[in-house]
């Protein structure tokens, strides 16, 4: 994450927020996975540049899956927001499976873009995952607000949501872009990318 200090003055926004680094466990399912100490720590510091940087709603939403959870609690708790949880903002469903390096990890992702329509690591595939996740994200936004609303959720569904309202991006490109943790803001109603981590996307 660049922690750039240019404030973000622009309205009508959404930030996307990839959530903080969680502890794998190959037993489980990911979207089981929650922040260990390095992961909550990340969130710590993420929250004090929000803080200082960004104009947010006073409701911070996140999945309800546990290491969106615990990020958005700590940026609610920094904030003195309040936190809310939509089932439709998950990550695109994956099943157990051995813990890779890096590299295998990034090959073995890389099919859930290339196969949108299949159904590649668990029950879901990406067109699915993306309807249900732009579902979610209209829900959240259909009302006025006078701040950003700010969404802490997962690096897939963010990529693939960003894909398909930036025609020149590549959902796949993206994807390998978002560490844990990084946001993107987007205007509205259009979904155009404005920055990634305080900097042009194609940076």
């Not at 590549?170 to 259009?190: G, H």
């Amino acid at each position: 994450m660049d922690n750039s200090e240019t404030e973000i003055e622009i309205e009508n926004t959404l930030i996307l927020v990839k959530h903080a680094l969680p502890e794998l466990n190959e037993e489980v399912a990911p979207k089981e996975w929650q922040l260990g100490e390095k992961g909550l720590k990340q969130a710590k510091k993420f929250a004090g540049f929000v803080q200082d940087n960004l104009d947010v709603d006073p409701i911070i939403y996140s999945s309800e899956e546990s290491k969106a959870i615990d990020t958005a609690k700590v940026l609610a708790e920094t904030l003195g927001l309040n936190h809310k949880t939509n089932p439709d903002l998950g990550e695109i469903d994956r099943a157990p499976s051995k813990i890779l390096d890096e590299e295998g990890h990034i090959s073995r992702n890389e099919a859930i873009f290339k196969k949108p329509a299949e159904a590649v690591l668990g029950s879901e595939s990406a067109n699915d995952a993306l309807k249900r996740f732009e579902s979610g994200i209209k829900e959240i936004i259909k009302d006025p607000q006078e701040d950003e609303r700010l969404i802490v959720t997962h690096g897939t569904v963010i990529s693939l949501f960003l894909a398909k309202h930036n025609k020149e991006i590549d959902a796949f490109d993206v994807w390998q872009k978002l560490s844990c943790p990084s946001y993107v803001v987007v205007s509205l109603p259009e979904f155009k990318v404005l920055e990634l981590n305080g900097q042009p996307l194609n940076n």
